[in-house]
């Protein structure tokens, strides 16, 4: 029984990372180009930043939601099917 939950723990874990990441690495990478833009510019207005960075997490989310909605349906699937078969080890 303790299997199954450290199991479902660690894959609940690795799913948050992993759908975590695409709007994490288009804030990343825009965030790096507009600071590589402001340095060549001399421009240090911190609010340019700010819009760019909602744009392409609001895209990565469009991308990749079908994708994460996918991921966690089937995380969801497993985590019923782990819930009834703790059930049944601990039913009478």
């Known amino acids: ?3 199954v939950i450290l199991r479902v ?3 609940g874990l690795l799913l948050v990372l992993v759908c975590s990441a695409p709007p994490l ?3 990343l990478a825009v965030g790096l180009i507009m600071g590589v833009l402001q340095a060549a510019t001399q421009v240090q ?8 960075k909602i744009v ?3 895209v990565a989310l469009l991308v990749a939601g079908p994708w994460m909605g996918s991921q966690l349906l089937r995380f969801t699937e497993a ?3 782990a819930v009834a078969q ?3 080890m ?3």
């Open 25 to 27: 690495l288009a804030a």
């Open 86 to 88: 703790v059930g049944r």
């Open 1 to 3: 029984m303790d299997d």
């Open 9 to 11: 723990a660690r894959e």
């Open 45 to 52: 207005e911190q609010t340019l930043n700010l819009v760019p």
């Open 56 to 58: 392409a997490v609001t």
């Open 79 to 81: 985590l019923l099917v």
């Open 90 to 92: 601990g039913g009478p």
